[in-house]
């Protein structure tokens, strides 16, 4: 970035109302046209795409149009996962204020989605999904003009926190199945020229979930063996195609027990890809910008903060942007920040809580925001 900040976000975006009534039957098994589905996803991801370019957006995405949730999808592609009845962990600064959870159970803003469970071996043997996705998105791409794009996919932490495993001897050994399959779908983004993002909420928001009964210390360790799992799954991937983006749960919440920013800043920085998104704007996460300065940082890194909340329907003013960028550009120079969001709007179909409508805001206030600050810059 030598003339300006770009844009970008995180990811996934509303998808239209048409395609989540057969993308959710499709996933129940119920019976759906597969070419109605097809043309629906397509048309999807060239308004997606269309939008994205006309706000401004530097790097785009397919809004994850296609995917039921953004690591539930692989068992479409992947053999070894069943549906079943598996118990769920609760984050627990909704275990700590039983009050609040309940009613957000009671108003039905939590996610609900089919809960796959791995019984038997992990292969990646449907390519067919991935290669229709990466066509999509070059079309989409190429009609726009668009100089740009990446592509989203889960890392093996992650699909192991959603995914309960009754299969394989140990997590270790779980966590090395999971990643040889992903391997597939990580080189396959690279290859057809896009970027690569790693959704990787394990080394946040993981910490409060699914380990929520070690100790900081216990989590660092296994969150050491998630970033060796990774880097291992990324070793053909050149470190400058690849993204990650770190999260503590992209729900309105106390997230009173998310681990601090300090205490996994440099082992965040170890992983492979170069280019780092993570939370900036959220109320528990807008003065992580001090834990980033306070860590070690590789002269390479690019980071990327959310300086657009997606649990809010505030739309930022663009000079609040402008401020949260320059934040940032303090810590690593301005040549090395991008602007984009705390996570994505869409990171389950039908579920997030922004209406799709002030989704366009929020993105039209990030690109003025980032204008505001190249100004400052340039």
């Known amino acids: 970035m030598t003339e300006r900040i770009r844009t970008t976000h995180v990811g996934s975006l509303p998808r239209p109302a048409d395609l989540l009534a057969l993308i959710n039957a499709h996933d129940r098994g119920e019976a759906v046209d597969e070419g109605e589905l097809a043309g629906v996803v397509e048309r999807a991801v060239h308004d997606t795409v269309r939008m994205q370019a006309e706000l401004g957006i530097d790097v785009v995405s397919d809004g994850e149009q296609s995917k039921i949730g953004y690591a539930t999808y692989l068992r479409h592609r992947m053999s070894g996962f069943e549906i079943g009845d598996a118990p769920r962990a609760t984050p627990a600064d909704l275990d700590a204020y039983p009050e609040y959870r309940d009613r957000l159970h009671r108003s039905g803003d939590t996610v609900s989605y089919l809960r796959p469970i791995c019984r038997s071996a992990i292969e990646y043997t449907n390519r067919a999904p991935l290669e229709t996705d990466l066509a999509t998105l070059r079309a989409a791409v190429d009609a726009n003009g668009v100089q740009g794009a990446f592509m989203n996919a889960p890392s093996p932490g992650i699909v192991a926190l959603f995914q309960p495993n009754e299969f394989y001897r140990d997590e270790d050994a ?3 199945a999971i990643a040889a399959a992903l391997k597939t779908e990580y080189d396959a983004i690279v290859a057809a020229g896009f970027f690569l993002q790693i959704d990787a909420p394990d080394l946040g928001m993981g910490r409060h979930n699914k380990y929520k009964e ?9 969150a050491e063996v998630l970033v060796e799992v990774l ?10 195609r690849a993204r990650i983006h770190l999260c503590w749960g992209n729900y309105e919440g106390p997230h009173t027990f998310d681990i601090a920013v300090e205490k996994i800043a440099d082992l965040v920085l170890r992983a492979k890809p170069a280019t780092v998104l993570c939370e900036a704007a959220n109320p528990r996460h807008g003065h992580d910008w ?6 070690k940082i590789p002269d390479d890194t690019v980071f990327c903060p959310g300086v657009i909340d997606t649990t809010t329907n505030f739309v930022e ?12 550009t303090d810590i690593v120079g301005r040549e090395r920040v991008m602007a984009g969001t705390d996570c994505g709007f ?7 809580g922004v209406v799709p409508e002030l989704v366009r805001e929020k993105l039209r206030s990030l690109v003025e925001g980032a204008a505001i600050a190249s100004e400052k810059l340039w």
Do not use: H, M
Request: charged share 20%; net charge negative; proline share 4%.
């Open 231 to 240: 880097n291992y799954a990324l070793r053909d991937v050149p470190a400058d």
């Open 174 to 176: 779980y966590l090395d």
């Open 214 to 222: 070690l100790s900081d210390a216990e989590f660092l360790a296994r």
């Open 317 to 328: 003013a663009p000079g609040l942007v402008a401020e949260r960028i320059l934040r940032y």
């Open 346 to 352: 869409g990171t389950f179909a039908g579920w997030g």
């Open 290 to 295: 001090a834990g980033w300065a306070a860590a």
